[in-house]
């Protein structure tokens, strides 16, 4: 694709010259020159516009922000290219004409170069969005894994009322724990790792719950993880009076 509009450059740019020259006869003006000089440059500019879009694996923010505003820019002048040279050419001095196109040229410069930059922050805030949604989606995988993994091992004897108890209570430390800031938990790197080492001991804990056991046994094993789930609640309840 790349190498097709280069060619297809060149082949623009050919064109643009013979009909310059076919078009205007005879001793060529300074403005002739220009216009032919100026033609060319926002071809190439607009084709590698074309070329950086396609180059890149994601159109970005920046490169949509700056592409759009040269699209304005080759639009504006050829406009005005147009305007003075079949309109106003015979009333209006060529310094003029030069003027506005350095002015105009000289603006969105400055603009492009601005709209790059708050291109690149708007983009970088994307990025961060991004990043934080897809952390909260694995810490709530993870969060789900650990209650599923709960529900495998109690498999016959759910009904027990200890175990429905349990149950809603573990579904209430996992919101708790799912509703933590993400932007907040990368501030607060102790925190996290005294989080995850708790829920991996609980994780563990879970591991040798046995429905399969003789109920008094079971419900040991199950006291045991009300006391892990609590310390957890307790753990979270406390550090987030830390977040503000």
């Known amino acids: 694709m790349r190498y097709l509009n280069l060619i297809l450059l060149i082949v623009v740019l050919g064109v643009t010259a013979s009909i310059f020259f076919a078009l205007n006869h005879g001793i060529h003006s300074d403005v002739f ?13 607009f084709f590698g516009a074309i070329i950086k879009i396609s180059s890149q694996p ?3 923010l920046p490169n949509a922000a700056v592409v759009t505003q040269i699209n304005y820019y080759i639009i504006i002048s050829v406009a005005l290219i147009l305007a003075y040279n079949f309109y106003v050419y015979n009333f209006v001095n060529p310094i003029w004409y030069f003027v506005s196109i350095t002015v105009l040229s000289l603006f969105y410069l400055v603009l492009i170069g601005f709209t790059f930059q708050g291109g690149q922050a ?11 949604v897809e952390k909260r989606m694995q810490k709530l995988a993870d969060l789900n894994k650990i ?12 009904s027990l009322t200890e175990v429905v108890g349990y149950s809603k209570r573990l579904d209430l430390v996992i919101e708790k724990a799912a509703m933590l800031p993400i932007a907040k938990l990368e501030k607060k790197p102790e925190f996290v790792s005294q989080l995850n080492e708790m829920l991996f001991a609980l994780q563990n804990e879970i591991s040798k719950l046995n429905a399969e056991n003789p109920t008094t046994h079971f419900l040991a094993n199950l006291k045991q993880l009300e006391v892990l789930t609590d310390k957890i609640d307790s753990f979270i309840t ?4 830390t977040f503000n």
């Open 33 to 45: 020159w220009f216009n032919l000089s100026f033609s060319c440059f926002l071809e190439i500019l």
């Open 58 to 60: 994601l159109i970005t």
């Open 122 to 132: 708007q983009q970088q805030d994307a990025d961060e969005v991004t990043n934080l």
């Open 147 to 158: 209650k599923f993994s709960f529900l495998n091992s109690v498999n016959g004897k759910q």
């Open 238 to 241: 406390i550090s987030k009076q």
